[in-house]
């Protein structure tokens, strides 16, 4: 929900107007949250409510178990208690300085979207949008007899993008600028599982927003 809130905060309040709000929406409803619960957000965010949004994105770069890289983007009200709590979650792990871990990962555009017509040439579609790559998504995130597809693209044109391929009839569902490993680190199964339970647990407290490691599977 807070990313509902902070997509209507910065953009506008309209799923129609604004990408980002739209995937967002997209996604509380494919999660099944209530339509009241959305529109609360929504308005919160706009700053139609006496509650009013305040938070801040903060990024913790560190290594987690066996030395894989992670980067984590809070969103929160209070940065004081958060990184508190994230100092306590990285205790069997490392946190870094800023920029100690970032290098490590290409800043892109990805917006993940379905369409009802199947069999959509996705690098077609990628080429037209100015995309930089694409890749199909897994049959299981889309819905039967639907196209779906993951597409890269340059931060400064994620909007851009985001506009053909609405314009195209694609459903947004994810869209937002992202960590992606230029290496990803391969473990043995039972330290990727250590390192898989580390993620959880960062992944479950309130304040994050993401979490994006270079760990292979």
């Not at 903060?58 to 290594?63: L, N, P, Q, R, S």
């Not at 490590?104 to 009802?116: K, N, P, W």
Request: charged fraction near 30%.
């Amino acid at each position: 929900m807070k990313e509902i809130s902070v997509a209507a905060k910065v953009g506008e309040p309209s799923p129609d107007n604004n990408a980002r709000l739209r995937a967002a929406v997209e996604a509380a409803r494919k999660a099944s949250v209530p339509r009241d619960n959305i529109e609360r957000a929504i308005k919160k965010g706009a700053g139609l409510l006496d509650e009013q949004v305040q938070y801040e994105l903060i990024t913790y770069e560190g290594f987690g178990p066996h030395k894989i890289p992670i980067v984590v983007e809070c969103l929160t009200d209070n940065k004081n208690r958060t990184a508190a709590d994230i100092r306590v979650l990285f205790r069997k792990g490392m946190l870094g300085a800023m920029g100690s871990i970032t290098w490590m990962f290409d800043r892109l555009g990805v917006i993940e979207a379905t369409h009802s017509a199947g069999g959509k040439d996705i690098e077609g579609e990628a080429i037209e949008a100015g995309a930089q790559n694409v890749e199909p998504l897994e049959k299981s995130e889309i819905p039967a007899g639907h196209s779906g597809a993951r597409f890269f693209c340059d931060t400064a044109d994620l909007d851009a993008v985001s506009k053909y391929l609405l314009h195209s009839g694609w459903t947004l569902t994810v869209f937002e600028m992202s960590y992606i490993a230029k290496n990803l680190l391969e473990l043995p199964e039972d330290q990727k599982k250590e390192v898989a339970e580390f993620l959880n647990a960062i992944d479950e407290h309130d304040d994050v927003h993401r979490v994006y490691a270079a760990l292979k599977g």
